[in-house]
């Protein structure tokens, strides 16, 4: 299939440096006294997150430039090799970190499996769907293959333990069945099914239960399950409207656990306010609005469920970061999107940028 090529969405390239650039100027300013504590080096975080912006650059631009079509012979191999690197991570090469073992060692570098499983997902899903566009509306044909694919990704991400990501990767997958056409009623099956895999998921571990406790009151457990909501609230409350300046944060100073990670973005708030939150917020908005713009135009059935699926993947997971740090939803350890610290987070949202701009190089409109 020959499409006539164009140059990329200009919005949603802005749009996205724009969130990188927003990412490397908090990390420095969130984690610089820890740095200094741990590691004898204020920019210790801000390095790594410099340098893997920019390989993520480079990565987008490459992508962006190979058609897309081309890519998608990639969907089966890949989803084959996050499965078997989700299964490495419970071996020995795991790598431990946070009470969780959610990365595998590579030399001096760690990798984190489920970063590629999400953008792995999107991409089997989309070149399968395509294939099975006229079954969709089937449960037994359309639905349950998809529910078989969710259940063995999340449960491999789960036992990690990582709930926070597991609900992202179903929360995409309910997505693109929707976009694809799949029935209401399928769907509501498939939440059903999804709310009682969390159930058993919160039955068996008992601290993920204790999140749930601390979420619904976190000021009755002030000094341990409710600590890190309460200290996320206080660092957006000090904000105020402008924030008490950036770099001038007080929650940073040992106050806030995960200050530079899945809660970035409550250092955001206190030091930017809510117009520097509310910019956030726009900015991902935006990325919405253009995500869904080019899937809507995108010449073929695959680039239009992967332009969907990579928006829904990565808007989705802002909304349940903020959602979290702003203490309307549970703890769940994920985190934001072209902010928060993570290699492997921003060189994978950064891939999926870059297909994201290829599929919109040949939009129809």
Known sequence: MRLKKGPPDFVL???????????????????????NVENHS???????????????????????????????????????????????????????????????????????????AKLAVVMFLAKTMEINIDKIRSFKNGVLPYLLVMAVICALVIVQPDLGTAFVIAGTIFGMLLVAGARWLHLGLLGVAGAGAVALAIIVEPYRA???????????????????????LYALGSGGLFGVGLGRSRQKFFYLPEQHTDFIFAILGEELGFMGAFLVLILFLLFAWRGF?????????????????????????????IAVVCGALPVTGITLPFISYGGSSLLFTMAGVGLLLNVSRYSTN
Do not use: H
């Open 13 to 35: 390239f802005i749009t996205t440096l724009a969130l990188v650039g927003m990412g490397l100027i908090m990390v420095f300013s969130s984690s610089a006294v820890t740095a």
């Open 293 to 321: 713009k080019i899937a809507m135009n995108a010449p073929d059935t695959f680039g239009s469920l992967l332009a969907a699926g990579i928006t829904i993947m990565i808007v989705f997971q802002a909304f349940v970061n």
């Open 210 to 232: 204790q999140r749930i406790v601390a979420f619904i009151d976190p000021w009755k457990y002030p000094t341990d399950k409710g600590y890190q909501t309460i200290q996320s």
């Open 42 to 116: 204020p920019y210790y975080f801000f390095q790594r997150q410099l340098l893997w912006a920019l390989i993520g650059l480079v990565v987008m631009i490459v992508l962006m430039r190979i058609n897309y079509l081309r890519l998608r012979a990639l969907a089966f191999p890949l989803m084959v090799v996050a499965i078997v690197c989700l299964l490495l991570v419970l071996t020995p090469l795991g790598v431990e970190g946070g009470g969780s073992t959610r990365a595998l060692g590579l030399g001096g570098l760690s990798f984190t499996p489920s970063e590629l």
